[in-house]
């Protein structure tokens, strides 16, 4: 389909007309408004570009590549790794990222596994590297980057089906002879390809179930809403793959962990200033020194305290905090797939969470629900709500000027929208899974889990050159920055 022509303005300084600067003769400066067109048939890479776009540089990781570009989509770096994307990719203010990779493994297999953990400098030389894979865990997903050098791992773990029994599992919903627990591991990079486990948080301790008072974790599960109910099942189906935690941020401010569950339609806070033995402990719900959830949001039927209206979120991705400087500031911003929505869209939503000065986060009433009842803020197609929908991976990120960018991930299709929801840049990666496409090619698997923007003041000493854009055949125009 055709796309109409979007233009970009950039106001330049052109000439100073006096040489000094006093109330009688002022500096006067003469503007030239220079005008960037996308060429209307593009169909890959920058598609539209504005002057109300946040002027940063885009990350983002497909197939065994990861491209730091500006909004004309042209690259500003490039990294190769010998191993497909395992989960995001991030950036450092040197110029090094530290990125996710996929190891193929025979005993653990599911959407979105990695295992290998690397580190590449500017230069794009691998500085260091972890493998956290193995026969009974791997790291999947998500990585965090702490400021103090440190690394949290998103991990699963496999437990038996006679572990899981002993933690009270129906045994009928045990359909594939395993469970996998969830795990945050928080770790040292030591020499270029060793690392130490300092930190633990694992989901296995903090279950509660009300289905065979002789098993452990035996209790009232509306009751307890910071604990777990390992017999919740989502659309009746036992697998052992059965919480998909699928991302992970940390809150600096704060000291706390958010994890989202793709499969229970709900995210997590947990407090991340524990000791080791501490985050195993109970704390029954309160920032005490404990592991239990602090917070939940997005499907109350999971601790029995909502009906099937009350869930808000549907394999959501990316829950995280928008920086209290920026619009919208201590919220949490997701993107929220809609997988299990009655009709196949997705929306991205902002919630105002129910905040204390101490930490924790209060409920409407003791046994109910987490509080707020509904979004604070959403964007939904504004012309046809099935006309943007990403069934899995994506995600959303607040911008320093206010905007907002949303990848719509299954499409590889980034686009920022204004507070007022107008499209104001627009991306489609030519990274596919059969190669580099061409300029006009339909887009197609170019899939990205993640894409973030850095302003162009966040690489440190970096001597920014830019290079032509990924796309082959490539026409951007007179689009310039």
């Known amino acids: 389909m055709k796309m109409k022509s979007y ?19 002022p500096i006067i400066e003469e503007e030239e408004e220079i005008t960037i067109t996308i060429p209307p048939s593009n169909t890959l890479g920058a598609l539209v570009v504005t002057n109300d776009a946040y002027n940063g540089l885009t990350l983002f990781s497909s197939n065994k590549n990861s491209y730091l570009i500006n909004n004309c989509g ?62 009974t865990f791997s790291q999947h997903h998500d990585l965090q980057l702490l400021p103090n050098g440190n690394i949290l791992i998103l991990a699963l773990e496999r437990k038996t089906e006679t572990e899981a029994i002993l933690a009270g599992r129906d045994p009928q919903f045990i ?95 947990i407090d991340h200033s524990t000791s080791m033995a501490e985050s195993s402990s109970h704390s029954g719900g309160n920032r005490d020194k404990g592991g239990d959830f602090l917070y939940r949001w997005g499907n109350p039927r999971v601790f029995k305290s909502g009906s099937e209206q009350d869930q808000k979120l549907f394999g959501a991705h990316f829950p995280h905090f928008i ?6 500031g201590g919220k949490i911003l997701i993107f929220n797939n809609g997988l299990g929505r009655s009709a196949n869209f997705s929306t991205v939503n902002i919630i105002n969470p129910p905040l204390t000065v101490n930490g924790n986060y209060t409920m409407s009433n003791p046994g109910d629900s987490f509080l707020p009842n509904d979004f604070d803020w959403t ?73 973030k923007k850095y302003s162009s003041n966040y690489l440190n000493g970096i001597n920014l050159t830019v290079s032509v854009p990924i796309e082959l055949n490539f026409d951007i125009g007179n689009c310039q920055l």
């Open 7 to 25: 233009i970009y303005s950039l106001i330049l300084i052109c000439s100073l007309f006096s040489c000094s600067n006093t109330d009688d003769n």
């Open 74 to 135: 042209q690259v500003i770096n490039k990294w190769n790794s010998n191993y497909d994307r395992g989960g995001d990719v991030y950036l450092y203010p040197d110029g090094s990222i530290l990125r996710a990779g996929k190891i193929d493994n025979n005993d653990i297999s599911f959407g979105g596994i990695g295992g290998i953990i690397e580190k590449f400098d500017w230069e794009g030389n691998l500085t260091w590297s972890y493998t956290y894979s193995s026969s």
């Open 175 to 269: 359909n594939e002879g395993e469970l996998y627990t969830e795990q945050v591991i928080e770790i040292v990079p030591m020499g270029t390809n060793q690392a130490s486990i300092v930190w633990e948080w694992d989901a296995w301790d903090h279950l509660t179930q009300d289905f065979d008072n002789t098993k452990q974790n035996y209790g009232s599960v509306e009751d307890n809403p910071q604990l777990l109910d390992i017999n919740y099942i989502p659309n009746g189906v036992g697998k052992r793959d059965w919480l998909h935690f699928n991302s992970m941020q940390y809150n600096e401010d704060l000291d706390q962990i958010i994890m989202n569950s793709q499969s229970l339609g709900e995210f997590y806070i």
């Open 323 to 328: 920086p209290d400087i920026y619009t919208d």
């Open 379 to 451: 964007y939904i197609d504004p012309i046809d709500p099935l006309n943007f929908y990403s069934r899995i991976i994506s995600s959303a990120q607040r911008l320093p000027n206010g905007n907002t960018l949303i990848c719509e991930g299954t499409r590889g299709h980034f686009f920022e929208i204004d507070p007022s929801s107008n499209v104001v840049w627009r991306y489609k990666n030519p990274d596919a899974v059969n190669g580099i496409l061409t300029q006009g090619d339909a887009p197609n698997g170019n899939p990205v889990f993640r894409a």
